[in-house]
């Protein structure tokens, strides 16, 4: 739930407004499903504050909100999105680009391919030699 702030804002009004309660509690887990961008938009991770459970959307590497006032709208890459033909007609060589490790994060219930088993090495490689790939999960024990 949110109120406006207190204010002598347009019509008594202020233009801010102050979380008073988020529920679910643990928003990021629970608002998830098969399909769609999840709490934060697309190309973006949730995570809450352990204290005061205040949920913050944040960008990986690389990447910004497409409207930083409204942080759950998403992320745009800062790139040129990776292409399957090189400029010169060629495929793009693995060696272009690189794998940014996040340690401790998932994204659920996206998957595009499943492969097991597979070392976390050999995911990486997987993941750069594919011109589709844009995220590589890799579980220790999966």
Request: net charge negative; with cysteine; aromatic share 10%.
């Amino acid at each position: 739930y949110v109120y406006p702030r207190n204010g002598a804002g347009e019509g008594g009004r202020g233009g801010e407004w102050i979380v008073v309660q988020s529920l679910p509690s643990d928003i990021c887990i629970r608002l998830r499903s098969d399909y769609g961008s999840g709490v934060c938009g697309f190309n973006s991770y949730c995570s809450q504050d352990a204290t005061t459970q205040m949920l913050t959307c944040e960008c990986p590497p690389q990447y910004s909100f497409v409207d930083p006032d409204r942080r759950y709208k998403g992320c745009k890459p800062d790139f040129a999105p990776q292409s399957c033909m090189s400029d010169a007609g060629g495929m793009d060589s693995p060696n272009q680009f690189q794998i940014v490790t996040r340690p401790s994060m998932d994204w659920p219930i996206s998957d595009y391919e499943h492969i097991t088993p597979m070392n976390q090495d050999q995911c990486s490689a997987a993941c750069l030699n594919d011109c589709f790939c844009a995220v590589a999960i890799h579980r220790a024990n999966d």
